[in-house]
């Protein structure tokens, strides 16, 4: 992975190295110091080449020039203004300009080890969010290839700013926003792991060694979870051979040692071959990623141990294979959950929510949290109503649903809320259990997260399904073909929003 520097006009400006990117704001671009001072350098070349592209300085835009002067092997204009018809601030802008600027130079084929992104100064406040855009965009996940791979020739990306004064603060802004970009990394390495290399004692392992970054890890095995009732997430692991781990991850970082936790909660299905209810052949390679829900509650606990968020934290993740076996659960099965509820299970497949209602009950019980939010690859009606972009938010409060969507808003991880309510409750109860897992398939987003309504009691509760959006089908700007890392930033922002309103 490339380093990032930041340094002053008069330290990069006059050299900038082989491979040079220029950040464009709007239509009035022309007008900035830099974009003269290079263009009579060129002679001209950039003012002509951004007419004949009718470029307009706007995020998504991009012009490039190849060997313009000798010192310079390729010359690149990036937009970086909110598009008219996006719903960006500006803040996201920058970090989609900064993807951007990766890819561009990734696609050149021009090897250059280091690069120059020149900021002008009416941008030069929002240059680490410029940084954290570069970085998300320049993740690969390669660790499996054996053969000679075109190694990534960047090694070194100086973002020149005009000011020597705002180097300190920029490079103290960059240190929290790496830290985040380590840990949306760290939830896209776990997701894009292969099932056969991150079983639950593998992902288990992994979550132990953040006890470096303070983190205070603790680990129930199955004998453990069978004592404490966790009927219906056993149920789920008991086909398979890898055993099953629910592990909790504490953070202390609120003033006061008493103040009720954060909850973040996990699905972490390692592999979903449905049970049973077996999933059809095709796609099936993807089940890999449905333990991302899990994945995105390492990350975001990671992220708030880095940047020593103040608050306290939980995170909580049921870590289990849901596989075929002599010993599998059939459909038909009624088990007893954490709560003491019991559930006919009908179908092998819905088999998330029944990990997560154990998870949700215990963390209740046990931690009494100001509020609990889970987050799951649960459904495919999610995606089918919403697609890939956006990812469900159901919930029991008003305000608790806002604080996400606004924080979701804000990082470019949006959330739509779904609808909840007694109609479709009541198509989950049972004739012969306290409930059924499923309740047929109109509205059977909104089934499951009635499901798991049940095992919360009164806390504020959200459910973000994340069907849709912790896997990316085609690369963008920040995010890769694969793991997405989805919901990472989003809920750091939420803390940050949390902690602001508290205080």
């Not at 922002?493 to 902690?499: D, I, T």
Request: hydrophobic share 45%; net charge neutral; glycine share 10%.
């Amino acid at each position: 992975m490339f380093t990032i520097s930041f340094t002053t006009k008069r330290q990069g400006q006059d050299k900038a190295g082989l491979s040079a990117l220029l950040l464009c704001h709007g239509a009035e671009f022309t007008k900035g110091a830099l974009f003269q001072h290079y263009d009579k350098m060129l002679g001209g070349a950039l003012a002509r080449a951004a007419s004949l592209r009718a470029f307009a300085g706007k995020v998504g835009e991009s012009v490039s020039l190849i060997a313009p002067e000798d010192s310079i092997a390729q010359f690149h204009l990036i937009g970086c203004a909110p598009c008219d018809d996006e719903p960006q601030t500006t803040a996201q802008a920058m970090q989609l300009a900064g993807g951007n600027a990766l890819r561009l130079l990734a696609h050149s084929k021009i090897k250059a080890d280091k690069a120059s992104l020149l900021v002008e100064a009416e941008q030069a406040s929002l240059a680490a969010e410029l940084a954290l855009g570069a970085r998300l965009g320049g993740y690969r996940f390669d660790r499996y290839k054996t053969v000679s791979q075109k190694p990534q020739s960047l090694k070194v990306l100086h973002i020149v700013v005009p000011s020597t004064g705002a180097i300190k603060e920029l490079e103290a802004r960059w240190a929290e926003l790496e830290g985040l970009g380590e840990s949306v990394f760290l939830t896209r390495d776990l997701v894009n792991e292969p099932a056969n290399r991150l079983t639950p004692a593998v992902f288990k392992d992994r979550i132990q060694e953040l006890s470096a970054l303070g983190l205070e890890i603790e680990v129930l095995d199955r004998a453990q979870m069978e004592a404490l009732g966790f009927g219906a997430l056993l149920g789920v692991a008991q086909g398979s051979e890898q055993p099953p781990f629910t592990v909790i991850m504490r953070y202390q970082g609120a003033a006061k040692a008493e103040t009720a936790p954060l909850a973040f909660i996990g699905k972490g299905v390692t592999f979903d071959s449905g049970g049973i209810s077996i999933k059809p052949a095709a796609g099936m390679d993807e089940m890999k990623m449905d333990m991302g829900g899990a994945a995105a509650v390492v990350g975001v606990m990671s992220a708030l141990a880095r940047r020593k968020a103040a608050v306290n934290a939980i995170g909580v993740v049921g870590l289990v294979e849901n596989m075929l076996s002599g010993a599998a659960q059939r459909p038909g099965d009624i088990v007893k959950s954490h709560s003491g509820q019991t559930i006919e299970v009908l179908n092998t497949d819905a088999e998330g929510r029944l990990v997560l209602a154990d998870l949700l009950s215990y963390t209740r019980q046990t931690y009494k949290p100001a509020l609990m939010v889970n987050l799951a690859t649960l459904t495919g009606a999610i995606v089918v109503a919403l697609g890939n972009d956006i990812a469900g938010l159901f919930s029991n409060n008003d305000q608790l649903a806002q604080a996400l969507t606004k924080a979701g808003d804000e990082t470019g991880e949006a959330l739509w809320r779904m609808p909840m309510g007694p109609a479709y409750n009541r198509r989950i109860d049972s004739d012969i259990a306290d409930m059924k897992n499923i309740g047929g398939r109109p509205g059977s987003s909104s089934l499951a997260a009635e499901f798991l309504k049940r095992f919360v009691g009164e806390t504020p509760w959200a459910h973000l399904d994340i069907a849709g959006t912790a896997w990316a089908e085609k690369a963008t700007a920040l995010t890769p073909k694969g793991a997405s890392g989805f919901g990472v930033r989003l809920l750091d922002r939420f803390v940050q929003l949390y902690s602001d309103t508290a205080s």
